[in-house]
C-alpha cells in the first residue's frame, strides 16, 4: 500500500510543473511526505525509504517525463522501441531514491521539515551534473508562470529557489506533528530567512536596469519544417528562407535550430549574403562541417562577415550516440554521423557594441555552463531550437518556461525561435512579451530595447555556498544534541 501513496504522490507532484500549475497541491503533497519519511525513519527502515521514494520517482518521472517517448515515433523504423525511454525513467528514479535513502540516513536527527527541502535540492543538483546531466528536473520551473515569484530567480538563482518552494510547501507540516519546533523555527528564520529577506531588500533598491541603450528591430521566423516530411525537399526549404529574407526590413532575423537544410558552404553563404540588406543581421541554425566533424551551428551572417558558435552541450542519443555499433536503430533519430562538442566562446558581436549569448536547443537548461566572464555584460540571449521532437504536449511547453526562468535569472532579455514553436520575446525578469502558437507557420517583428541590465549570478554561487554551510552547521548541532 505504501508504494503506491508514494507512486500517486509522485504523479500529483508532477502536476506543479508546466503546463499545469497546481500550486495548492504543494501544500499538501510536502507536509504529507514530511509525515511518511518521519514515521519510516523513526522505524530505521532504510530499506523502506529506498523502495518508497523509487516508486515516488518513478511516477513523478512518468508523468513529468513521458513526452521522451516521442522522439521514437517520428520515423517508423524507430516505432517499436519507445519502450526504451523508461530507462531513463527507471535510472532517474534510483538515483532519486539513493539519494533521499542516503541523506536519510545521515541526516536522521534533523527535524524533517528541514531535511525534505535539501533532500529535493541535492537530487536536483545530482542529476543535473551526473553522467551527461539532466538539468531538466528544477524546482524552480513551479514558479516560471508568475512574474512575481520569478523575482526569486532574479535573486537567488535556480537551485536556492527551488530550496525555497520546497521550504515553503513544508510549511503546514508544522501543524500536523505534535512535535515542538518552537526553538527549530527560531534558528531557521534566523540563519535562513533573515538573510535571504535582507538579500532581497538590498537587492530591490539596487538599480537594476540603466537607461535604453539601443533598439533593435527583430523579425523572428518560425517554419514549422517537419522533420519527417518527405515532400518538403531541401530546395523548397532553402526557397522559403531566401525569400523571407529579401522581404524582411529587419534590423536582425532570426530562424530556428538546423533549419538550413544543407550543410554550411560557402556558396550557401553566398546566397544569403545576396538577400540581406546594408546592416541586417541573419541568425540562422545550420550543420556545419569542418576537419572531418560535424557541428550543430548558429551562425550570424551580415553582408561582410559571419561568425558562429557551434553548440556545446550535445544531446546523448540525440546528437550522438554512444555504443553505436549497439544502438543501430537509433540512427534514423541521430543520423550517420556524431555531431563533435564546440570549442568557440559562447559570445557573437553584432554591429554597434552589442552582443547576445548564443544558447542552442537544450543546453538553456544549464544555467552553469552559460554565462562567464567574457558574455557576463552581453545584451540579451538568443536560444535556437527544434521542439519538433518533443511532441504536442509536455515537452514544449516545459522548455520554454525554462528559457523564462533563465531570462529571469540572468536578467537578460531572451529571444527564442522554435522551429516549430513556442518561440517568444521574453524580458529580463521573465515575462512573456510576446509568442507563437506551437506548430504554426508564423513570424512576427518586435523593437527590442536593450539595456544594461546588472545580474547577480556571482552572488547566487556566494548563496550556495552558504546554504551548504548553514546546512552542515545544522547537522552538526543536531548531532551534538543527540549524542
Known sequence: MSILIYFILGLLTSLLFPPYFFLPLGFIIFPFLCLLLDSTRKNNRNLNIFKNFSFFGFGFFISYLFWVKNPFFVFEETKNFFLVFLLLIILLSIILSLIFTLIAMLGKNIPIIFLIPFMFTI???????????????????????????????????TLISSYLIIQIFCLPFILLTKVKLQKDIKYFTFIIVLPIFFLMITNVNHKVNNLKTNLLDLEIFQLNFKNNDKSLTPEKKLKIITSNVRESTADLLIFGENNFPYLLDDINLKIFKDSLKENQVLIIGATRFENNEYYNSLISITKSKVNYFDKKIL??????????????????????????????????????????????????????????????????????????????????????????????????????????????????????????????????????????????VNQHFLLKIYFFIIFLLITFYYLRKNV
Open 123 to 157: 537530487s536536483e543538483y545530482i542529476i543535473s551534473v551526473l553522467f551527461y546531466g539532466f538539468p531538466w528536473y528544477t524546482f524552480s520551473l513551479v514558479i516560471s508562470s508568475n512574474e512575481y515569484l520569478l523575482l526569486s530567480l532574479k535573486f537567488f538563482g
Open 315 to 456: 544531446v546523448p542519443f540525440g546528437e550522438f550516440l554512444p555504443l553505436r555499433d549497439t544502438f543501430t536503430f537509433l540512427e534514423s533519430i541521430v543520423g550517420p554521423h556524431n555531431y563533435s562538442d564546440g570549442k568557440e566562446e559562447r559570445i557573437i558581436n553584432l554591429p554597434n557594441n552589442i552582443s547576445f549569448v548564443p544558447v542552442i536547443c537544450y543546453e538553456i537548461a544549464f544555467y552553469w555552463k552559460l554565462l562567464n566572464k567574457l558574455n557576463y555584460k552581453s545584451n540579451f540571449i538568443i536560444n535556437i531550437t527544434n521542439d519538433f521532437w518533443f511532441g504536442k504536449y509536455l515537452g514544449p511547453y516545459q522548455h520554454l518556461y525554462l528559457t523564462k526562468i533563465r531570462a529571469a535569472e540572468f536578467n537578460k532579455p531572451t529571444i527564442r525561435v522554435s522551429n516549430n514553436g513556442i518561440s517568444a520575446v521574453i524580458d529580463n525578469n521573465g515575462s512573456i512579451i510576446k509568442k507563437t502558437k506551437l506548430n504554426n507557420i508564423e513570424k512576427f517583428n518586435h523593437k527590442l530595447f536593450l539595456q544594461e541590465n546588472i545580474n547577480f
